[in-house]
């Protein structure tokens, strides 16, 4: 089990860019695959993109692929998502997760969560 804790969200306009963090407590958070999931009202929690244990595979959802950008740094405990080219469809809470069995672009493969952030793209 990891406990995640999200930063980095806020107010940006259309075309900026934002980088978000998620840091990791326990010595295990190298062994997971990590996500990122969005969220908006009414709406079941999205995918945006993964990573695995290493950092050698990346996956992105369509609607973000070649604007966002997701990494990590095992030595830090902390896996991060780079933002740009933002749109308003992007505004949403957005949750970092940790992979824990299955498919690695679907929410319930995630059994820890962080709280989320609020990240708002204005027109």
């Known amino acids: 089990q990891v406990e995640l804790v999200e930063s980095g969200g806020g107010l940006v306009q259309a075309g900026g860019s934002l980088r978000l963090s998620c840091a990791a407590s326990g010595r295990t958070f190298s062994s997971y695959g990590m996500g990122w999931f969005r969220q908006t009202p009414g709406k079941e929690r999205e995918f945006v993109a993964a990573?695995?244990?290493?950092?050698?595979?990346?996956y992105y959802a369509d609607s973000v692929k070649g604007r966002f950008t997701i990494s990590r740094d095992n030595a830090k405990n902390t896996f991060y998502l780079q933002m740009n080219s933002l749109k308003p469809e992007d505004t949403a809470v957005y949750y970092c997760?940790?992979?824990?069995?299955?498919?690695?672009?679907?929410?319930?493969?995630?059994?820890?969560w962080g709280q989320g952030t609020q990240v708002t793209v204005s027109s």
């Open positions: 990573i695995n244990w290493s950092g050698s595979n990346t």
């Open positions: 997760a940790a992979h824990t069995r299955g498919a690695i672009m679907s929410a319930p493969s995630f059994g820890s």
